[in-house]
């Protein structure tokens, strides 16, 4: 559900930019146009998937003026808040998650353009919002159990055993919560376990999760970034909580996740 081609937060700074100094003129094809002018997009698709995204952040509003055209005119207007993305369980089922979740399971938190690019936009109720990326779900998942004891860690870890991250987004954005060191460990706790040739609990279980952790890293290793887990990262927090995991329990999360364990 994420971006396939991956935007661009200095882009949407520029868009954002662009609004603010039309000011009243500030309609989608006038945005284009300046877009255009200015060299930051030329592609009316891609102006309209950034405005969308930004509006459902909140980032921008949008007025319907009356002009004289068939259709009544929609100007930008730049907000001035900071965006809103959302996370929780629901949002992770947008990215495969097969845990159940409540209804109440999904919330909004302060981001910034970065966090909305990496985004995507969805219905809910009757509005749209920003779902956060894969990433920013996990990190928010594991920070929520460090501070309240969600029991949410092996939901984290079943996620970055049976699935492909953007590691060098995930760690960076980590290490400014303070959850970098956290995150390193389990994903060095995951590489030991599933890198054993070794039977370690239930064996379908084992098998599964072995296959999808080790094709994460091959695709880490491809690009270099693999060298990231190693690094010592930044904060303790979450750290004693990962550190609390046994393997049985990463084991049944991933498990879990694949279906092979109830």
């Known amino acids: 559900m994420s971006n396939s081609k991956r935007l661009n937060p200095t882009l949407a700074a520029q868009l954002l930019r662009i609004v603010e100094?039309?000011?009243?003129?500030?309609?989608?094809?006038?945005?284009?146009?300046?877009?255009?002018?200015?060299?930051?997009?030329?592609?009316?698709?891609?102006?309209?998937?950034?405005?969308?995204?930004?509006?459902?952040?909140?980032?921008?509003?949008?007025?319907?003026v009356r002009v004289k055209a068939p259709r009544p005119k929609e100007a930008y207007k730049v907000t001035g808040r900071k965006p809103v993305v959302f996370v929780g369980l629901r949002c992770l089922q947008d990215y495969g998650l097969a845990?159940?979740?409540?209804e109440g399971e999904i919330q909004s938190i302060?981001?910034?353009?970065e966090g909305v690019v990496r985004g995507h936009a969805r219905r809910?109720?009757?509005?749209?919002?920003?779902?956060?990326?894969?990433?920013?779900?996990?990190?928010h998942e594991l920070l929520q159990d460090a501070k309240r004891?969600?029991?949410?860690?092996?939901?984290?870890a079943s996620i970055l055993a049976t699935r492909t991250v953007d590691l060098p987004y995930l760690l960076r954005r980590a290490?400014?919560?303070?959850?970098?060191?956290?995150?390193?460990?389990?994903?060095?706790?995951l590489e030991r376990l599933f890198g054993s040739r070794s039977k370690v609990g239930d064996l379908a279980s084992f098998m599964s999760a072995r296959e999808k952790f080790l094709r994460a890293m091959r695709n880490y290793a491809s690009s270099g970034v693999d060298k990231l887990i190693e690094e010592e990262g930044r904060g303790?927090?979450?750290?004693?909580?990962?550190?609390?995991?046994?393997?049985?329990?990463?084991?049944?999360?991933?498990?879990?996740?694949?279906?092979?364990?109830?």
Request: aromatic residues 6%.
């Open 21 to 64: 100094d039309l000011g009243p003129e500030a309609c989608f094809r006038t945005v284009w146009l300046e877009a255009r002018k200015r060299g930051v997009l030329s592609w009316n698709r891609s102006v309209r998937k950034y405005l969308d995204l930004l509006l459902a952040a909140g980032s921008l509003s949008v007025k319907r």
């Open 110 to 113: 302060v981001s910034d353009l």
């Open 175 to 189: 290490d400014r919560l303070g959850l970098g060191r956290a995150f390193r460990l389990l994903l060095r706790r």
């Open 99 to 102: 845990w159940e979740a409540g």
């Open 236 to 262: 303790t927090l979450a750290l004693r909580l990962v550190k609390s995991l046994s393997d049985e329990d990463l084991l049944a999360a991933a498990g879990k996740q694949l279906g092979a364990r109830g």
């Open 149 to 156: 004891g969600t029991g949410h860690a092996e939901l984290v």
């Open 124 to 139: 809910l109720g009757s509005r749209t919002i920003v779902v956060a990326s894969l990433e920013d779900c996990l990190i």
